[in-house]
């Protein structure tokens, strides 16, 4: 373990190299609050932004795997460059902000090291899926897969090539421990970022640090478990905003930085008439300044190009094109996607969800963040608009048309979807904090104001309940055969987030995973001493090591499908003394119970159980008629095989060779061994969005359900 630990410092210390050599040529005019953290985002940026997609670019092209000599020798030429730079230009002197300001950076940095090693620590291994996008892309890169592809012909897994240049070298260079060591940096820089932010949006160090907590820690953004493709965004924007409100900036890296936030989140790109607005308000010569960003910019974002044109047929097609036919809208005319009112016939709602896109985002913010912070947010835009009105445009216009863009979108039926919106919470956060900095100040005006705020937002959001919206017909013809919305669901989901508190809701973090679980450290003190990459998954909600044991005894379980489980006040699941239906406490094949009649359900439910002394014992619902026939069960396996893989740990093909087990009843009772037992109802299959229930069965019979949760993944 020591040594393992030992090579990650090392290897952390080879990667630091090569931003220290580039922070060191950026020579900025000394000012009266300079310090050496804007030097030091710089160095962050281009060792673990900049050196990973660098090396990701040469494999892109060239189609060898990604190995750890790859990125160590970008790193090595990127330091030889910058470090004749400094040599040669600078007289080999240290910039200025880096010999003094030491005193108060290092209680930041120190800061935001504990923030990210919070996040190191609270990475969740359980909810970790090897089908998910961005892991099969990595695995692609780094060329551990039997099937490679050409990723930059491919559009296969829909992967932004931002996130996966980023993640590739930190599993290269850090093995398995690579995506908890990329996690924990993300938490880093964020807290680091903000503290800039913060700091310069209201002239105080006290709200710089409001937001270097507020940032990474509020309940939204910190219950993501681990990383995925909003969080990386949100991060590595950190490491390029505290420059655009600087009075002397440097260009060029904010052009690259930026470019690499928009290979990662597309629609980023949305922002940059924030990045306009900076350029045409800094100091120097406007179109110069331009140049340098745009150059940088362009010469980043022309993989993505080049990538869309190979894989897509234009550089206007992105990824995610083409999943949904074309439908009629207004001013568009026939458009792959299902946008909102007014480009859409009329107001409509994504299936499953209580609210339209544009009204949930405010919904989950209030929700997440309690009415007291969202009304801070609200005048802070106008007080930041008032105090410091370069600051608050810039952040108006960062904010404005992507989530104009966001909100017109309603095939959001995926989880993670609803975490695009990191992308802008820099704004919501600063908001935020110059509103609550305002009444503070002027308790009279602003004060008042921000009581008067929380007090109507809470009457508005409430009113939503009354407004009957029609759930989106377009979406089942978009998703054929996909499950019909159930109404009592809608009205327990409308309730359930518009249920909001004055303050932060942190109990929203355990939504989609165990926030704080022993199983947390003894997996990252099992990956210290074995940091392999992983090539073997485990079925969601365990970690790697919890498992069965048909040895420690077994006991029969009787589950009660006789009404729905989501809102069920007494127990539906129960010890019985009985024999059981199935036996999965005995080597045996995956079973499958089909076609059960339920009155909560207009459709046949289909029960689907794992192999017996499975790792996990599992049993997933989904509502389709089953079918023995070929035909049915490729078709079957084509919708929810990856689900399956997820849920219960079955091979890709499993489903298509599950035995039959009839069942005359709306009881089932298996015999289950001692040791992880999950149930998965299958709420909405196309948007993979799933409800779960867990329990350990202890070797006594005794056990303890609990759930649901919302399936979370990346």
Partial sequence: MLLNIAIGLLTTALMLIPGIAVALTWRPEPSNDDTPLHHILMALGWSFGMVPFLAFTIVLFTEVPLEPIITLGVAAAVTTFAGSTWWNTHQKTLPTQLTQGWTSARWVLLASLTIGLVYFLKYDRSVFFLESCIHRVVMQTLQLTDNPIDILASNADDQRLGNTAVISSFVTLFRGLGFRVLYGFVGFIIALGGYLLGR????????????????PLNPYVAKIPLLDENLLTLGFASLCLPFFLRGRTPWWHVGAMF???VMMRHVAILSGPAILWAVWRSKGNRLKNFGASFAAFNLVTIVGHIHHIVALGSPLKFESFGQIPTFPHRLLGEYSGL???????????????????FLMWPVYLADHLGLVLFAAMLIGAVAALRSRKDEGVFWLLWWVLPYIALSLQENWDVPNKM?????????FIIWAAMGLHHAAQYRRTWGTGLVVMAFLSGIAIQTLSEHQIPDDKRYYAAWTGEREEDPDYVRSELTRVLDIAPWPDFGRMGTASRVFHPQKLSGLARDLRAPEIDQKGTPYGWFPGEATDPNAGSIVLEIDFS???FDRESPFIQPVDAAPDIDLSVPGPARVVPNLTVDWSPRPMTVLLSKGQAQVTGISLIFESWGDDKERRDYLHERYHRGLQMVLGWPANELRHAEPISLNSNRLRIRVPAGPFSLIESVNNAGQNYLYWHMSVEPTGSFSLEGPQRVFHN
Wanted: glycine content about 10%; aromatic content about 14%.
């Fill in 419 to 427: 975490g695009v919106i990191y992308i802008l919470f820099h704004t």
């Fill in 200 to 215: 310069r949006c209201t002239g105080s160090n006290l709200w710089g640090w409001f937001v270097l907590v507020s940032l």
């Fill in 259 to 261: 470019g690499l936030v």
């Fill in 563 to 565: 009404r729905r489980l």
């Fill in 339 to 357: 946008l909102q009112w007014p480009l859409g016939p009329e107001l409509v709602r994504t299936p499953w969800n209580p609210l339209p896109t």
